[in-house]
């Protein structure tokens, strides 16, 4: 088969569960061939080896069955940096990018000692440290699959210097230091909105009833693990805003606000100790 029909093929098998066919389709061949996107239209008639052609309709496949296309593209772009993703792990979003850009403008090319608090890929702890190249930090994840995927993406990033990745359990953590900026996208998805549940981890998902079981912990122990006039960012889901808000304050911390994403939804709330 060549490029031009097995582009089509994809298509059309990919027009009903996917946004964008066309780029899904072309993004998997491109990978399965070895060759960037662009060049594909220069080898529309080239034929495609059958074990490469098997390959793809492996993928294509899949996501047909609407598993994430992430997951089968293995990789994501986020703060314009290339992650690896994994299956276990939760796929970075983009408007997690709200949290990194106020945490650089806030540290503002300084040193801060930053802490992430479930930090899945390592996608937000690790863009800071990209950006803020004085800095360093800690993460850490309940889950075993996230601290080794957010390590391997530190090493792709070259970042392991500055950088440490713990599986353990916020509650049962020691820390031995304070930290400058804490951030933290946790589990905020009302338990009965979670869709997905099959392919991404219901755990880095499930916010309980009304999406705060963790908030009210994260608050207070953040509050206790901040130096004085240290920052807590976390993310929240659009209704959470002035409850999350208002938890924080309850909890000591000052100076809160509450900032929208790229879609004007309310995204973070912000406090100072
Ligand atoms: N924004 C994610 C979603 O809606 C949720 C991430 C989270 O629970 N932390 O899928």
């Known amino acids: 088969m060549d490029v031009k029909s097995l582009l089509k093929h994809a298509f059309n098998d990919l027009k009903s ?19 960037k996107r662009g060049k ?5 008639n080239s034929l495609v080896d059958d074990y490469l052609v098997r390959k793809f309709f492996v993928c294509i496949e899949k996501r047909k ?5 992430f997951y089968i593209f293995g990789k994501r772009e986020f703060m314009n940096l290339e992650f690896i993703v994994k299956e276990g792990v939760l796929i970075p979003r983009s408007e997690t990018e709200t949290i990194v850009e ?15 608090i479930g930090t899945g890929s390592g996608c937000i702890i690790l863009s800071f440290l990209y950006y803020n190249k004085l800095s360093e930090g800690t993460g850490i994840d309940i889950s075993k699959a996230a601290v080794k995927l957010a390590s391997s993406n530190a090493k792709k ?8 990745f713990l599986n353990i359990d916020f509650s049962l953590y020691n820390p031995s230091k304070e930290f400058d900026i804490i951030f933290s996208n946790p589990p905020y998805v009302k338990r009965n909105k979670i ?6 981890p219901y755990r880095a998902l499930n916010g309980g ?11 207070k122990k ?15 889901d659009d209704d959470m805003g002035e409850r999350a808000a208002q938890i924080m304050k309850d909890e000591g911390f000052k100076d809160i606000r509450i900032i929208k994403d790229l879609s004007n939804l309310d995204r973070v709330v912000c406090g100072v100790k």
């Open 195 to 200: 869709k997905d549940v099959k392919c991404e």
């Open 102 to 116: 106020e945490s650089l403008k806030i540290a503002n090319g300084k040193k801060m000692k930053v802490f992430d």
């Open 157 to 164: 990033l070259n970042l392991i210097d500055r950088v440490s």
């Open 40 to 44: 594909l239209y220069l080898m529309e």
């Open 17 to 35: 569960v996917s946004d964008a066919p066309v780029l899904e389709s072309e993004l998997l061949l491109s990978t399965v061939l070895g060759v």
């Open 65 to 69: 069955k609407g598993y994430p296309f």
């Open 222 to 236: 953040s509050i206790s693990m901040l130096s004085r006039g240290g920052y807590l960012f976390v993310e929240i």
């Open 209 to 219: 009833k009304d999406g705060f079981k963790f908030y009210p912990f994260l608050f």
